[in-house]
Each structure stands twice: as structure tokens, then as C-alpha cells.
DNA sequence: TTGATTATATCAAGGCATTGGCATATCTTG
DNA sequence: CAAGATATGCCAATGCCTTGATATAATCAA
């Protein structure tokens, strides 16, 4: 390992992280929305999720965050009325957390401004070297989840 | 461009970034020190920036975030005696940000830590495929620099 | 049933990140 | 010299992120 390969790459990973935040959020703020929660909302908009919700358990562990950080955020949504905490009736302790329709509605909408940021960020990077890109990150979020 | 390639892409940016911050910040916990703070500190550590010192405007260029998140920072550093602001003899509008004494062998003693968490965290991937991933991370900052 | 585990919620403190606006000092230009 | 541009600092509001501690309810196991 060389330190200076490794130390670009996470500056690399610092500038773009603090970049794709910035500026897409600027994209969702026609919505009032975040990356976070549109990290969030993508998540429950899956057709598995969509059907039962997903635990918040599921979600910290699909998302990569805390359970404070990710309660405070799906107040600031249940507050806009975007999802909703309904009991598990399996599981009483478990509380399932679902796009309302209005919810569903609002991703719907925001999904042409993503299409817009994802195309026009990824202009330099043909498909190939995207689905390399995010092979890499996979395997660098791996090394990191392990530490 | 493909709508799924490129938001897997963002996700794992979006879950690696929150890893390296959660995790490296372990790393450096017994110095008091952040991710972000060890970015800043190695901007100013590095030969260039420490002869003259980096101006508040380059920082923010080099490390692209903005000049109020910044001065927060270099306020915390500075607190600590691990930076100064001093008047650049040329400009006098400018303050030159510089690694004090006390800085530099803080930063020395931070290598250490740092190295190992470079070399646990990338394990999973070649020397090779570091490169690469930097690289590509360098074309997807360009464009997401230019949004 | 009692006791341990699991899932969630809440409170608190601290740090990082953005935007927007206002103020001050300095340099540059007309 | 006056006007405009530049560099920085400061204040405020908002959101995201962490750790740590405490509390409550429900499930599971002895």
C-alpha cells in the first residue's frame, strides 16, 4: 500500500461526497429535500420495500447511519407527511416505515431532476467505467465496513 | 446513462463517505481529531503549503467546501494551537493558514494511525485498482464540480 | 413467570455542512 | 481620490452525522 495512492483516494472520496451533496441537493430543492432523504425514499420506493416497508433496522443497516440520525430524518419526513411508522403485525417491538401515497407522489416527481444530475455529473465517465466506479466503491465500502 | 448503474453509483458514495468519516475519525480519536480536520491539517502539511501557508481562499478551493463551514473548522484548530491565521506580508487582506509547531508534531504522531486505517480499509483492493478508483473518483468530482 | 434480548424512541453534546446576509479591511481600477 | 472588487470574519437558520445514556415495549428463552 502506498500512502499517497491511498491518501488521493479518499480525499478524491471527500471532494465528491461533500460535492454530490451540495449540488444534489440544489437538484431535489424544488422539493424542499435533501440527498439524505432522497437516499431515504429511494430505498422505500424499491418494489421489495415497498410492499411490507422496511424496518428501521433494515433501513440503518441499508443505509449506513445511526439510528438517531436516521430517526431525526424520517421525522423531518413523517412531518411532511412523506412516509409513515406503522406496527409490524409480526412483530410488535418492529415498527415499518412506508411511503405515503403523497409520498409516492413526490418521488415520482423528483425522479426527472435525478435522471437530470445523474446525467449530467456522470458526463465524463462512459457506462463501462461507471459500473467499474461503483464495483470499486463496492468493495471499498466493504473494507470499511469491516474496520 | 443508465438510471440504475448511476444511482448504485452515488449510493455506494454516499455509504462509503459516511463510513470513512465514522470510521476514520476512530482512527484519530485519541488525538481529538476528525476526518475533516485531518483533511485541513494535511492541506497545510503538505511541502508546498508549508513554507508560505495557504490562504482561507485557496483552502476552500483545494478542499471545496464553504468558507463558513471552513472558518469553523480552522476556529476549532486554532483553539487547539494547532494552526494560526497571520497576515500575508503581501496582501494584506489575505490570512495565511499555517501549521504551528505544536501542529506539526501532532501530525506527525497521526501518521501512524492514519496509515493503518489506509491499509485495513483497503485490503480488498490492489495497488493497481487503487489507482484506478482515484482516478475515476477524479473524472466523477470534475463533473460533479461543474453541475 | 422471570429474566435477558431486541427494536425503537428520546435527550444531550459536539462537529460538519449548506445558504444567505452583513460588516470590515484592503487592493485595484478609473 | 473615489468606486468597485476581493478576502475574510461573523451571525443566523437548518439539516446531517456521531457517540453515549436512558427509557419503554415486546419477544424469546430458561
Redesign the interface.
Known sequence: ???D????????????????HK??T?YVSDFGAT??QW?VI?ALARPIAREKGMSVKDLIEF???SRQNLSAVLDRLEARHWVERVKDPDDGRTRLIRLTPEGETQWAAMLGPI?S?????????S?E??????R????????????
Open positions: 500500500m502506498t500512502f495512492v491511498a491518501n488521493r483516494l479518499f480525499f478524491r472520496l471527500y471532494q465528491s461526497s461533500n460535492l454530490m449540488n444534489g440544489r440527498t439524505q437516499a429511494g443505509l449506513l447511519l435522471q444530475f445523474y446525467t449530467e455529473a456522470l458526463k465524463g465517465l457506462e467505467e461507471q459500473v467499474q466506479l461503483y470499486l466503491l463496492d468493495r471499498l465500502r466493504d473494507g470499511l465496513e469491516r474496520l
